[in-house]
């Protein structure tokens, strides 16, 4: 990846960081954690590996993403605002009564979502389903399928896995985002996932560990996936709950952050400031 | 429009039907799926694996993720068919079909097969009196529970013709033949099978058949009775039950399903909907768990023969 384009991920990256605090502090409250693990990898996928039409968001020959840990919604949100797909004047509609932006993705509320998600699991069978038709259509599309570590509790996504393994689903690139903590703690106390990429090994996946702050890293751990042939690829994306913003990485329970504490306000504040700063140095 | 069978002979099994008009479709429609959870050698599915193995997959034993795949498919322009037993069709992938069905507005067609005692020799564990109860509260999905082979063809080829949530109840193997070959229906409209002044008599599924003996038996009683044969249960058709229950003395339901949440209380619903001070009296399961036995025996112990109707009724 050469310089410019790094920048330029790397300033999408922190747009959509940004843009995904402010959301969710507009509210009052939300899923700060898990939306912020995800951020570089989103920016990679929309800045530069999906295929897609932001002004023809069902475009038939689009790359599909399918967010199975829905409650990272805002970052998705985020996204698809400053890829173009709507005003980013709606991200401070998120959560609000009447919105298009309800916390879990809804594909036929939010223009660029192409699949519901939000009950746990689901979202790996759904994404194993749409790279299946894409197959059967001959089309040479990805779905790319965003997994939490904490979602790997529910057995569907065992299910699935197997069906993707066993139909050799090579268009379908699982991400699973192994940020470590779930909502009730870290995840080795709640159920301890073990070893996740010696699981997806043993289920038949190619699967490679990505630093999951390193957009070039990201990057060149999807190309690879996109040359293995004949057979399931999976990236295990080694990330931090609250990844880019220290003050959230710290925080023990940031699952869900209520900004009611002036506390935590001012330090929000406080990032957002740097965050705009280092966006104005870059450009 | 429909025309009555007139022998009443036991037709095809009901699985054969619905795997003869799915092959007949999936001819003219490469378009169509058929998924299957590791049942295709006990529906017959497996016969659509060798005659259009492109349009056929087997998931193995994983219902949640059959009712996701499907989703999937949905989502890119198929119309998917799934099967399964009525039990792990429905209460197990109860929030499959909610989330990644209807209300993300795919399309995923669903036949549960072998219905309540129908269960037979797999028993109480397979057994579903539920199944109805538990979709009939998502909202725009289409529940059937097909009377007799020619019925479910028709309703096997309607589906595939309509966008959404439908699912269809039945035996796998042969029932009695209620419909002529060529008879047409309606989605969401009951079928007046026989005319009376005294009882209004409705009945879903293979216990149409049932229904129709008792009214014949009432009849040497001197009891007259309407017979509908409301195989629609989601949308039901009140505007039939509003105009055939004028000048009835009782209405009377009958299903192979639990009196809780099914036809019975679908028809109780329009009746206080309505204010219609009339007896209504709900044939079907009590709140009871199934067990295992023949489905002859099992009929009889849960009282859906014709004769333990008709020792309820009067």
Same mark, same amino acid.
């Given at each position: 990846?050469?310089?410019?384009?790094?920048?330029?991920?790397?300033?999408?990256?922190?747009?959509?960081?940004?843009?995904?605090?402010?959301?969710?502090?507009?509210?009052?409250?939300?899923?700060?954690?898990?939306?912020?693990?995800?951020?570089?990898?989103?920016?990679?996928?929309?800045?530069?590996?999906?295929?897609?039409?932001?002004?023809?968001?069902?475009?038939?020959?689009?790359?599909?993403?399918?967010?199975?840990?829905?409650?990272?919604?805002?970052?998705?949100?985020?996204?698809?605002?400053?890829?173009?797909?709507?005003?980013?004047?709606?991200?401070?509609?998120?959560?609000?009564?009447?919105?298009?932006?309800?916390?879990?993705?809804?594909?036929? @509320?939010?223009?660029?979502?192409?699949?519901?998600?939000?009950?746990?699991?689901?979202?790996?069978?759904?994404?194993?389903?749409?790279?299946?038709?894409?197959?059967?259509?001959?089309?040479?599309?990805?779905?790319?399928?965003?997994?939490?570590?904490?979602?790997?509790?529910?057995?569907?996504?065992?299910?699935?896995?197997?069906?993707?393994?066993?139909?050799?689903?090579?268009?379908?690139?699982?991400?699973?985002?192994?940020? @470590?903590?779930?909502?009730?703690?870290?995840?080795?106390?709640?159920?301890?996932?073990?070893?996740?990429?010696? @699981?997806?090994?043993?289920?038949?996946?190619?699967?490679?560990?990505?630093?999951?702050?390193?957009?070039?890293?990201?990057?060149?751990?999807?190309?690879?996936?996109?040359?293995?042939?004949?057979?399931?690829?999976?990236?295990?994306?080694?990330?931090?709950?609250?990844?880019?913003?220290?003050?959230?990485?710290?925080?023990?329970?940031?699952?869900?952050?209520?900004?009611?504490?002036?506390?935590?306000?001012?330090?929000?504040?406080?990032?957002?400031?740097?965050? @705009?700063?280092?966006?104005?140095?870059?450009? | 429009?429909?025309?009555?069978?007139?022998?009443?002979?036991?037709?095809?099994?009901?699985?054969?039907?619905?795997?003869?008009?799915?092959?007949?479709?999936?001819?003219?429609?490469?378009?169509?799926?058929?998924?299957?959870?590791?049942?295709?050698?006990?529906?017959?599915?497996?016969?659509?694996?060798?005659?259009?193995?492109?349009?056929?997959?087997?998931?193995?034993?994983?219902?949640?993720?059959?009712?996701?795949?499907?989703?999937?498919?949905?989502?890119?322009?198929?119309?998917?068919?799934?099967?399964?037993?009525?039990?792990?069709? &429905?209460?197990?992938?109860?929030?499959?079909?909610?989330?990644?069905?209807?209300?993300?507005?795919?399309?995923?067609?669903?036949?549960?097969?072998?219905?309540?005692?129908?269960?037979?020799?797999?028993?109480? &564990?397979? &057994?579903?009196?539920?199944?109805?109860?538990?979709?009939?509260?998502?909202?725009?999905?289409?529940?059937?529970?097909?009377?007799?082979?020619?019925?479910?063809?028709?309703?096997?080829?309607?589906?595939?013709?309509?966008?959404?949530?439908?699912?269809?109840?039945?035996?796998?193997?042969?029932?009695?033949?209620?419909?002529?070959?060529?008879?047409?229906?309606?989605?969401?409209?009951?079928?007046?099978?026989?005319?009376?002044?005294?009882?209004?008599?409705?009945?879903?599924?293979?216990?149409?058949?049932?229904?129709?003996?008792?009214?014949?038996?009432?009849?040497?009683?001197?009891?007259?009775?309407?017979?509908?044969?409301?195989?629609?249960?989601?949308?039901?058709?009140?505007?039939?039950?509003?105009?055939?229950?004028?000048?009835?003395?009782?209405?009377?339901?009958?299903?192979?399903?639990?009196?809780?949440?099914?036809?019975?209380?679908?028809?109780?619903?329009?009746?206080?909907?309505?204010?219609?001070?009339?007896?209504?009296?709900?044939?079907?399961?009590?709140?009871?768990?199934?067990?295992?036995?023949?489905?002859?025996?099992?009929?009889?112990?849960?009282?859906?023969?014709?004769?333990?109707?008709?020792?309820?009724?009067?």
């Amino acid at each position: 990846m050469n310089k410019n384009e790094l920048q330029k991920l790397e300033i999408l990256a922190t747009k959509i960081r940004i843009d995904t605090v402010e959301s969710i502090k507009s509210i009052g409250a939300g899923h700060i954690g898990g939306s912020l693990s995800i951020i570089e990898l989103l920016a990679v996928l929309y800045g530069s590996k999906m295929k897609y039409d932001s002004k023809n968001p069902s475009w038939d020959d689009r790359d599909r993403l399918v967010l199975s840990k829905g409650h990272a919604g805002v970052a998705l949100y985020s996204t698809l605002a400053e890829c173009g797909f709507f005003d980013k004047k709606e991200l401070m509609t998120v959560n609000n009564g009447g919105t298009n932006l309800p916390s879990h993705p809804d594909r036929n @509320k939010t223009l660029g979502i192409d699949a519901t998600t939000g009950s746990l699991g689901q979202g790996t069978s759904i994404a194993a389903g749409i790279a299946t038709g894409l197959k059967l259509e001959g089309k040479d599309n990805y779905v790319y399928l965003i997994v939490g570590d904490g979602e790997l509790n529910e057995g569907q996504c065992w299910e699935a896995f197997q069906y993707i393994a066993h139909f050799k689903l090579n268009n379908c690139i699982v991400i699973i985002d192994e940020n @470590k903590k779930q909502l009730d703690g870290p995840s080795k106390d709640i159920i301890n996932p073990f070893n996740i990429q010696e @699981k997806m090994r043993a289920f038949g996946f190619e699967t490679i560990s990505v630093k999951g702050n390193d957009i070039e890293a990201i990057s060149e751990g999807i190309d690879y996936c996109k040359s293995i042939e004949d057979k399931a690829v999976c990236i295990v994306l080694d990330t931090i709950k609250g990844q880019g913003i220290r003050y959230f990485e710290e925080m023990a329970g940031n699952h869900s952050v209520k900004f009611t504490d002036d506390n935590v306000n001012n330090e929000t504040e406080k990032i957002l400031r740097e965050m @705009k700063n280092s966006l104005k140095e870059w450009e | 429009m429909f025309t009555l069978d007139s022998d009443n002979d036991f037709g095809m099994e009901l699985r054969a039907a619905v795997v003869e008009e799915l092959q007949d479709l999936m001819k003219e429609n490469s378009k169509i799926i058929a998924l299957e959870a590791d049942l295709g050698s006990a529906s017959k599915w497996i016969d659509i694996s060798k005659s259009t193995p492109k349009q056929f997959i087997n998931v193995g034993i994983s219902e949640a993720n059959m009712v996701g795949v499907a989703a999937g498919l949905s989502l890119t322009g198929f119309t998917p068919f799934i099967h399964t037993f009525g039990p792990f069709a &429905t209460r197990r992938v109860l929030d499959q079909i909610y989330m990644s069905g209807a209300y993300s507005k795919n399309t995923i067609n669903i036949y549960g097969s072998d219905p309540g005692f129908t269960a037979g020799h797999n028993g109480g &564990t397979h &057994t579903t009196w539920e199944d109805i109860a538990v979709l009939r509260s998502i909202p725009d999905v289409v529940i059937c529970d097909a009377a007799d082979a020619v019925q479910m063809k028709w309703i096997i080829k309607e589906f595939s013709m309509l966008k959404g949530i439908h699912y269809v109840r039945g035996n796998r193997k042969a029932v009695k033949n209620i419909y002529e070959d060529g008879s047409n229906f309606e989605l969401g409209k009951g079928n007046l099978l026989r005319e009376g002044e005294d009882y209004l008599i409705i009945a879903t599924g293979q216990l149409v058949s049932e229904a129709l003996e008792v009214s014949q038996l009432l009849l040497e009683k001197g009891i007259t009775s309407d017979v509908i044969d409301m195989f629609t249960i989601k949308p039901l058709d009140r505007e039939l039950i509003l105009e055939r229950v004028i000048g009835k003395k009782k209405i009377i339901t009958i299903e192979n399903h639990s009196i809780i949440g099914g036809l019975g209380s679908a028809v109780a619903e329009v009746i206080a909907d309505n204010g219609i001070g009339i007896s209504l009296q709900r044939i079907g399961v009590d709140s009871r768990f199934g067990q295992v036995g023949t489905p002859k025996y099992l009929q009889k112990e849960f009282g859906l023969t014709t004769e333990k109707i008709l020792d309820q009724i009067i």
